[in-house]
């Protein structure tokens, strides 16, 4: 597909989807504007090209009606400050009023759509919409990678009738970070996976034991393996239907020379609460009553040592409860052994970047992805859906 500085965008109007899906406060501040600052260079890219820069994007999960609270405005006018210079808001996303303001705009301005999910076409990537939004633009822009692994029609069904289309220079980043690691990474290549489910990453867990040279599983999903392993492991969240495939999983990981690092201690309590009494065993010795819900210290030295020369490091999902101060350990220690390494570090979006930033590690991250969803998606080997329509669109296009 082509990026934005492989188009003749000189003077036209371009309409660009980002990912703006920013959390607020009570008070409707913007609590966190990562997201808006990563669509800078896409929008002064298109301002330095004298273009009209049409922004859209959406907010929350207003499912077809409008609601207030979720209107773009705060990140209209944080954007506006952020570029020094004034951002329109539309009352709506699509209708006359929409078009007559853009037929208005003069070169260098920018103009922001209201929340397109105000319309519950765009998430049933509705045909008329996709075409009302294309209408608007000489070259539609997606640089939303945080929502390209949806089917909406502000990022899908919109390439089919847009004139040109091509992806902004946040995509570019994205794609590039992780498909020249997944396809040719320095070595050794080793990935971290956390978090709750071994469910939700099984996928991921299949490709990723297909490339890398060592794999360690930390979270509530370590415990399915353990399982299998023969350990028992209390009240700590198990998945039985997913046991002989984590034993499928370590028969694969042998058989194909990958080392595999599971938790060999962790912080047990009875329940995940930030009252409870915790103790520190070896996985041997997990109580029955009792839940494993951080990795132990052990086990943080253990797979520092299984970084230490490392080339390349993927992390998705945190190594226990982060969230509980209790059961941060874990996650905080690994947060800071990876950004200490001499790899080339590759960090998910969702909890593993909250974890990096509360830490205070980002700037020593070599790249932290905007999306969660996505690029679980890349780590599982899968096209993204918004990816395909843009490669589709070119290929129509030549
Ligand atoms: P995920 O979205 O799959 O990356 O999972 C992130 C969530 O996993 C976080 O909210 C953690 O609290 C949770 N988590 C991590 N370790 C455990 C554990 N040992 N038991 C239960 N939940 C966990």
Redesign the pocket.
Known sequence: MKYINQVDIKGKTVLCRFDFNVSLDEDLHIADDRRIKTALPTINYALDEDARVIVMAHLGRPEGKVIDSLSLRPVAKRLSRLLGKEVVLTKDCIGDDVKTLIQDMKPGCVLMLENLRFHIEETENNDEFARELAGYADVYVDDAFGNAHRTHASNVGITKFAKECCAGLLMKKELNYFSATLKNPLRPFVAII????VS??LEALANLIRRVDKMII???M??TFLKAMGHEVGT??IEDNLINMARRGIKIAKERGVKLYLPVDCVIAEE?DSKAVTKIVPVQEIDPDW????IGPASIALFREVLGDAKTIIW????????IDA?SMGTFSMVHTVAQSHALTIVGG???DVAVHRAGQSDYITYISTG?GASLELLEGKKLPAVKALDECKKRMS
């Open positions: 956390g978090g709750s489910k939700d990453k930390g979270g509530g370590a415990f700590s969240l995940a839940m494993g819900l951080d998705n999902g945190p190594m226990g409860v982060f969230e059961f969702g909890d593993t969660g």
